[in-house]
């Protein structure tokens, strides 16, 4: 789908149509300007002077799949009693631009003419009392419309927009149930489907094995040199490539006739299957594909509408788990991976990631897997882990900081990567589990915070940020009055 985002002006009929032409204008012009320097387009779509242009402009928007959410902007006053019908009636995600046409007060030519064209301080307060008069989930951005930074923070939100319209079509292939016992891996597919929109269904492994059979040599000869391209093949054992090859190509054949953007998967229900897929789930992640171990249907989710929210719709984002402490005094860090499937968008760029071949002891495998083996690079991230916490879904986000890791582990035979948690290791760690954070999470190095945030906000679920400036205590606070709240809701 290519999405798009649709620019609204408010104004009114009492100032005149010379005035009103002018609103016109340059709002074309910016939206012109603005569209070279976005990462979607921005389409102008009116200067709305009154209750039905914009009830009309709101079900036009509501209806139209590639609309991923509207930009309001303020030239002039807009009485917003008459933005009250269409507002209550919005289902796309809403940004308020509050911008002006110029950027300096003209010293010499200022009059009262000028002041009545150009008053968007004055529009954009009678503009943002009736979205807070409304509680419409929004984000309000204050900036001049020509400067980079403005652009930024215009782009990150509409990528965090268009995080929302991947999950309102998520489809998650299921292969199995959740690993035996495991609490944090489950959830309410009911609620997802009603919050987040997704439908989360389960297919037959023993499918899976017949597509995995169907597949042609030459189908497997076009995907390895593919894999060439991309990776050092650091093993003899081509055999179990090949196989690797096999099964990524029937469960991408699976996922792409049912629409699904995301799968998951457990060692513990291979029946038919030589090896647990881990090269084949990797470089699926690498196409944008969602990906969960153990059945964990949440993060899979999670991780492909992540990937969909990064650069150029497919983003340095990632399924993660946290495994092992190094407790070292001045360098307490996280080694983060997982049994084989770490997707390579989290490479560090110096070496190419290498396919090895390793005995992997866990789960049904009849054949050693085949897996990539890379490490993370340096990057200021975040890990995001959406659990359910009966009622209701949060969303926990920690600001972490990643490290190229400090040793090179020769034995460990999987992708590594090396993190400090804010504030630090232990105060960290503590935030998190406070919290009821999982050990699988979306490990991103170019999905904000700030962009969680705002999807958050946009699928009315709770979100909780670990900065640098948590402490246990302000969290445990914080937990409490959330609580109360989403109760309350
Ligand atoms: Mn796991």
Not at 110 to 134: C, S, T, V, Y
Not at 160 to 185: I, L, P, W, Y
Not at 271 to 280: D, F, H, S, V
Not at 421 to 445: F, K, Q, R
């Amino acid at each position: 789908m290519k999405y798009n985002f649709w620019f609204v002006v408010g104004s009114q009929l009492l100032y005149g149509d010379d005035v009103l032409k002018t609103v016109e204008t340059r709002a074309k012009e910016m939206v012109e300007k603005l569209s070279e320097k976005l990462p979607y387009p921005l389409l102008y779509k009116v200067v709305a002077k009154t209750n039905q242009e914009i009830a009309d402009i709101v079900k036009k928007a509501n209806y139209d799949d590639s609309c991923a959410g509207i930009i309001t902007w303020c030239h002039t006053f807009s009485p917003s009693k008459m933005w009250i019908n269409g507002f209550v009636n919005l289902q796309k995600p809403y940004c308020h631009f509050a911008t002006q046409y110029n950027k300096e007060i003209p010293n010499d030519e200022i009059d009262m003419d000028f002041m009545n064209l150009n008053q968007a301080a004055h529009g954009d307060r009678e503009h943002g009392f009736i979205a807070a008069r409304l509680r419409m989930p929004r984000k309000v951005i204050a900036g001049y419309w020509q400067d980079t930074r403005t652009h930024k923070r215009i782009g990150d939100w509409m990528k965090a927009a268009v995080g929302v319209a991947v999950s309102k079509n998520m489809k998650v292939m299921r292969f199995g149930d959740n690993m035996r016992e495991v609490a944090v891996t489950e959830g309410d597919k009911v609620e997802v489907q009603t919050k987040l929109g997704w439908q989360v269904n389960t297919w037959a492994v023993g499918d899976l094995v017949k597509e995995i059979n169907a597949v042609s040599e030459q189908e497997v000869d076009e995907l390895m040199a593919i894999y060439q391209s991309k990776y050092d093949i650091a093993t003899d054992n081509i055999t179990a490539i090949r196989y690797q090859a096999r099964e990524e190509i029937a469960i991408k054949k699976m996922l792409d006739k049912e629409d699904c953007k995301a799968f998951s998967n457990t060692f513990q229900d291979l029946y038919g299957m030589e090896q647990l897929p881990g090269l084949a789930s990797q470089h699926l992640m690498s196409q944008g594909y969602g990906y969960g171990g153990e059945g964990d249907w949440k993060v899979a989710a999670m991780t492909a509408i992540m990937k969909a929210m990064g650069e150029n719709g497919n983003g340095a984002s990632a399924f993660m788990e946290d495994y092992t402490y190094h407790l070292v005094e001045g360098q307490e860090y996280s080694l983060g991976a997982h049994m084989l499937e770490v997707c390579p968008s989290l490479a560090s760029s110096d070496t190419k990631p290498r396919i090895e071949i390793h005995h992997l002891g866990i789960g049904m495998n009849e054949k050693d897997p085949a897996r990539l083996v890379f490490e993370g690079k340096e990057c200021n991230a975040i890990v995001v882990s959406l659990i359910d916490v009966g009622g209701r879904l949060r969303l926990i986000c920690q600001d972490i900081v990643c490290v190229k890791p400090i040793m090179p582990m020769p034995k460990l035979p999987v992708a590594r990567v090396m993190w400090r948690a804010m504030p630090n290791l232990t105060d960290g760690v503590e935030c998190w589990i406070t919290a009821g954070g999982a050990h699988h999470t979306v490990l991103s190095y170019d999905v904000s915070a700030e962009q969680m945030k705002d999807w958050a906000r946009m699928m009315d679920i709770e979100f909780v940020h670990i900065t640098k400036d948590t402490s246990v205590e302000t969290l445990e606070q914080e937990l409490l009055v959330n609580d109360l709240i989403w109760k309350l809701k």
